[in-house]
């Protein structure tokens, strides 16, 4: 299945992305680690570190898709889980990132919405290692799949 057909299947809309959007959201990221970074280093519940790991991880997922043309609408169920799929046909063909991400996403959704889960700030930190891999891989991937909308360095 490529892409276009997944986006398909999933109703994704087709729009296209612009330098400052993807600029945007490798900011967002970039802040969002930053967040991670203070955050461990405090003594916050393993919840609450683990939802900060996990939101770093959204706008590293949607910048691939993004540069590939689509949007994933706002009215959408299981958005968050499209994104991660979305991975698979972008930066992530190996499967190194979407498998540990949906599984955050199904933590994340637990201790959000339903019941405490036992989160140890190992296994998060292990989860934020993997963002900051996936950030990496995000930028080598745009700047050669999609060079046009590399954000230019000031």
């Not at 680690?33 to 959204?58: F, G, K, N, Q, W």
């Not at 898709?65 to 009215?75: D, F, M, N, V």
């Not at 991660?84 to 959000?112: C, G, H, I, M, W």
């Amino acid at each position: 299945m490529t892409l276009k057909d997944w986006a398909i299947k999933y109703n994704l809309k087709e729009e296209k992305p612009s330098r400052e959007e993807i600029a945007d959201l490798l900011k967002l990221v970039d802040q969002k680690l930053e967040d991670c970074r203070i955050v461990a280093e405090t003594s916050v519940s393993a919840d609450h570190y683990h939802t900060t790991v996990y939101e770093a991880a959204l706008p590293c997922a949607a910048a691939p898709l993004r540069a590939e043309g689509y949007r994933i609408p706002s009215a959408s169920n299981g958005g968050h889980s499209l994104l991660f799929q979305a991975l698979t046909f972008t930066v992530d063909k190996k499967l190194k990132y979407s498998d540990p991400l949906q599984e955050a996403r199904k933590l994340r959704n637990q201790t959000v919405y339903t019941s405490i889960v036992s989160l140890n700030k190992p296994d998060i930190s292990k989860l934020l290692t993997t963002v900051r891999e996936l950030r990496g891989d995000v930028e080598k991937w745009l700047r050669k799949e999609h060079p046009e909308l590399f954000p230019q360095v000031d």
